[in-house]
């Protein structure tokens, strides 16, 4: 059987900061990209052509369902992924997408299918949401409404089915600016949508909506006045409450509530229960609520009345699918949570049951912390061999991890120590294994920034881009007047170009000191440079090394031709630059040489 072959479709304008993340991860198994541009001022059409992306120009109406159903129309091929352009779809979904599409059974209705969307915030925080991203080409799906449009039919029935395909949202890497222009737009059309929708369901929708573009803009007392505002709506409409949509808008509520006024959250739950004693998200909120402030025996009380909740198959069928994933996962690790310092049995028992659902960093962490505590050593490597097994390849995992998840890297260091001691001889192989992943982890935390010096490089600089992207994202380039096309396909890859009209590379060193000495990790580099694999193996391995070290200043010194160059640092204050590659520090500065004999020229 051949190949699915799949037309991904996108809606854009200004997303020069994010569509090469987007379009990196869909360039192999696309059979053709579609991109409708409403009106890009910057790059954003040109990063997409060097993709071999088709791109169709239209005048934005302020509609996005009538966008999108005119970017599907465009489509070719059988199958159809709608993808924003700060959406990036994972290592392991490219790898089964195909496969999963292959199994699906002959249907006379389309199939519309739903994926997982990993919301990340600037803060390493990530949501899930459940999108309609992926369906069969067909006249009779269309895109509805204005704004938050989704893909439904009008004419006959569909196949609704959920998958394990996920994307990654990366919408906070987009500058402030940007996002600010983007939720005050949304919230100005959802404003006049509201005004003049007369049907009482459709205004709540778009109140709900609204209150969750006022919370992406951070304006968190207006999200809570528009979340009661459509709550007592709902109210005094004597609509049926015994609904999903009544519980998402009481949840959005409570989640901010629960930030911002804890005990507000308290008294509109223990409300709402009264009505709704047996509804799974407000029992799994009180507890939270309960957890929050510390009341632990309430918290534990009201989670284990959860769980006899989800045994109620007439309940669990009334669950949403974002409700079934996160509510029995994070019930049964803040069970977990809580039973640490109570009950360790418990606390590996409630674990045990996360752990069949779901594999984060922390929950790994825990677990295994508790199976240690009572030297269940085989089980406890058991869990992380798997864990790393299954995760080590999905790059953009150890992209969004937060300080946490760096305490949880400290803490692996210190769990191989302790498996070596242990000495489970058949256990060789996946401890070394494990060792190797650890390594890969350490490696990739590395904040290292890469300045970049540059003169007519057109021919050689997407390739050191493509090197040196594995090593860092925070890029600068320093170019010395290129005449060619250097800058422009340099813009593809960082924003961070710096023009100077000196021609002695430690006077645009120091120039670079002066405007960044706040950075540490700096890897100093000429766009000339031929980069291959052994050297960016020993960048790593020297990162790794000023990583952990505790001295405040340290000076790796890389070997080009038969010269010493002074290449990364550690910390910039008090470093100056002189002819011929030597460096004078100021007083009571303790700097730390390290020589390596490997060549990158």
């Given at each position: 059987?051949?190949?699915?072959?799949?037309?991904?479709?996108?809606?854009?304008?200004?997303?020069?900061?994010?569509?090469s993340?987007?379009?990196?991860?869909?360039?192999?198994?696309a059979?053709?990209?579609?991109?409708?541009?409403?009106?890009?001022t910057?790059?954003t059409?040109?990063?997409a052509?060097?993709?071999?992306?088709?791109?169709?120009d239209?005048?934005?109406?302020?509609?996005?369902s009538?966008?999108?159903?005119?970017?599907?129309?465009k489509?070719?091929?059988?199958?159809?992924f709608?993808?924003?352009?700060?959406?990036?779809?994972?290592?392991?979904?490219?790898?089964i997408?195909?496969?999963?599409?292959?199994?699906l059974?002959?249907?006379?209705?389309?199939?519309?299918?739903?994926?997982?969307?990993?919301?990340?915030?600037?803060?390493?925080?990530?949501?899930?949401?459940?999108?309609?991203?992926?369906?069969?080409k067909?006249?009779?799906l269309?895109?509805?409404r204005p704004?938050?449009?989704?893909?439904?039919?009008?004419?006959?029935?569909?196949?609704?089915?959920d998958?394990?395909i996920?994307?990654?949202?990366?919408?906070?890497k987009k500058?402030?600016?940007?996002?600010?222009?983007?939720?005050?737009?949304y919230?100005?059309?959802?404003e006049k949508?509201?005004r003049?929708?007369?049907?009482?369901?459709?205004?709540?929708?778009?109140m709900?909506?609204?209150?969750?573009?006022?919370?992406?803009?951070y304006?968190y007392?207006?999200?809570?006045?528009?979340?009661?505002?459509?709550?007592?709506?709902?109210?005094?409409?004597n609509?049926d409450?015994n609904?999903?949509?009544?519980?998402?808008?009481?949840?959005?509520?409570?989640?901010?509530?629960?930030?911002?006024?804890?005990?507000?959250?308290?008294k509109?739950?223990?409300?709402?229960?009264?009505?709704?004693?047996?509804?799974?998200?407000?029992?799994?909120?009180?507890?939270?609520a309960?957890?929050?402030?510390?009341?632990f025996k309430?918290?534990?009380?009201?989670?284990e009345?959860?769980?006899s909740?989800?045994?109620d198959?007439?309940?669990?069928?009334?669950?949403?699918?974002?409700?079934?994933?996160?509510?029995?996962?994070?019930?049964?690790?803040n069970?977990?949570?809580?039973?640490?310092?109570i009950?360790l049995?418990?606390?590996?028992?409630?674990?045990?049951?996360?752990?069949?659902f779901?594999k984060t960093?922390?929950l790994?962490?825990?677990?295994?912390?508790c199976?240690?505590?009572?030297?269940?050593?085989?089980?406890a490597?058991?869990?992380y061999?798997?864990?790393?097994?299954?995760?080590?390849?999905?790059?953009?995992?150890f992209?969004?991890?937060?300080?946490?998840?760096?305490?949880?890297?400290n803490?692996?260091?210190?769990?191989l120590?302790?498996?070596?001691?242990?000495?489970?001889?058949?256990?060789?192989?996946?401890?070394?294994?494990?060792e190797?992943?650890?390594?890969?982890?350490k490696n990739?935390?590395?904040?290292?920034?890469?300045?970049?010096?540059?003169?007519?490089?057109?021919?050689?600089?997407?390739?050191?881009?493509?090197?040196?992207?594995?090593?860092s994202?925070?890029?600068?380039?320093?170019?010395?007047?290129?005449?060619?096309?250097?800058i422009?396909?340099?813009?593809?890859?960082?924003?961070?170009?710096?023009?100077?009209?000196?021609?002695?590379?430690?006077?645009?060193?120091?120039l670079?000191i002066?405007?960044?000495?706040?950075?540490?990790?700096?890897?100093?580099?000429k766009a000339?440079?031929?980069?291959n694999?052994?050297?960016?193996?020993?960048?790593?391995?020297?990162?790794?090394?000023?990583?952990?070290?505790?001295?405040?200043?340290?000076?790796?010194?890389?070997?080009?031709?038969?010269?010493?160059?002074?290449s990364?640092?550690?910390?910039?204050?008090?470093?100056?630059?002189?002819?011929?590659?030597?460096?004078?520090?100021?007083?009571?500065i303790?700097?730390?040489?390290?020589?390596?004999?490997?060549?990158?020229?």
């Open positions: 059987m051949s190949q699915p072959k799949i037309s991904f479709c996108l809606i854009t304008k200004n997303e020069e900061e994010v569509i993340i987007c379009l990196n991860s869909i360039k192999d198994i059979s053709e990209i579609i991109v409708l541009d409403t009106g890009s910057d790059n059409k040109k990063i052509s060097n993709y071999g992306a088709k791109i169709f239209y005048k934005w109406e302020n509609d996005f009538k966008a999108r159903n005119i970017s599907i129309s489509a070719s091929y059988e199958w159809i709608v993808i924003d352009a700060d959406e990036e779809l994972t290592y392991n979904s490219r790898k997408i195909f496969d999963f599409l292959k199994n059974k002959k249907s006379d209705s389309p199939y519309i299918i739903r994926v997982k969307l990993i919301d990340i915030e600037k803060t390493g925080k990530t949501n899930i949401i459940i999108k309609k991203s992926l369906f069969q067909d006249k009779d269309i895109f509805v704004i938050h449009e989704h893909i439904t039919s009008k004419t006959k029935s569909f196949n609704l089915i998958s394990p996920e994307l990654l949202h990366h919408e906070y500058s402030k600016n940007i996002l600010n222009n983007k939720h005050e737009n919230i100005k059309t959802l949508i509201i003049n929708e007369q049907n009482i369901s459709e205004k709540l929708r778009y709900y909506l609204m209150g969750i573009s006022y919370e992406k803009n304006d007392d207006k999200a809570i006045d528009t979340y009661n505002n459509a709550i007592s709506l709902y109210n005094s409409s609509k409450r609904t999903i949509f009544y519980t998402n808008i009481n949840v959005a509520l409570i989640q901010l509530l629960l930030e911002k006024n804890v005990n507000k959250a308290e509109h739950l223990i409300e709402l229960l009264k009505d709704y004693p047996n509804n799974p998200e407000y029992l799994f909120y009180i507890a939270r309960y957890q929050i402030k510390q009341d309430k918290a534990i009380f009201y989670y009345n959860l769980i909740i989800f045994s198959d007439s309940i669990e069928k009334k669950l949403s699918y974002k409700v079934e994933e996160n509510l029995f996962f994070y019930t049964m690790l069970l977990g949570r809580l039973y640490l310092v009950d049995k418990k606390s590996i028992y409630f674990f045990d049951k996360a752990y069949t779901s960093g922390e790994v962490l825990l677990y295994t912390l199976l240690l505590s009572l030297h269940d050593y085989k089980k490597l058991d869990i061999s798997s864990f790393f097994k299954t995760t080590i390849n999905e790059i953009n995992y992209k969004t991890l937060n300080n946490k998840d760096i305490r949880f890297k803490f692996i260091v210190e769990f120590s302790v498996l070596k001691n242990v000495r489970f001889k058949w256990y060789k192989k996946e401890i070394n294994l494990i190797e992943n650890i390594n890969y982890i990739s935390l590395i904040d290292i920034s890469i300045c970049l010096i540059t003169e007519n490089n057109q021919e050689s600089i997407e390739n050191t881009f493509n090197k040196i992207l594995n090593i994202e925070s890029i600068f380039i320093i170019d010395k007047n290129s005449t060619d096309n250097t422009n396909l340099s813009k593809k890859f960082t924003k961070n170009i710096f023009k100077v009209d000196f021609s002695k590379d430690y006077i645009i060193k120091n670079f002066d405007k960044f000495k706040s950075l540490n990790n700096v890897l100093f580099l000339e440079y031929f980069l694999n052994e050297f960016l193996e020993n960048i790593i391995e020297f990162l790794s090394f000023l990583f952990k070290k505790d001295d405040k200043n340290i000076v790796v010194y890389i070997k080009h031709k038969e010269a010493f160059v002074p990364i640092f550690k910390n910039l204050y008090g470093v100056k630059f002189t002819d011929n590659n030597l460096i004078k520090y100021e007083k009571n303790s700097v730390l040489e390290v020589f390596t004999s490997f060549e990158f020229n």
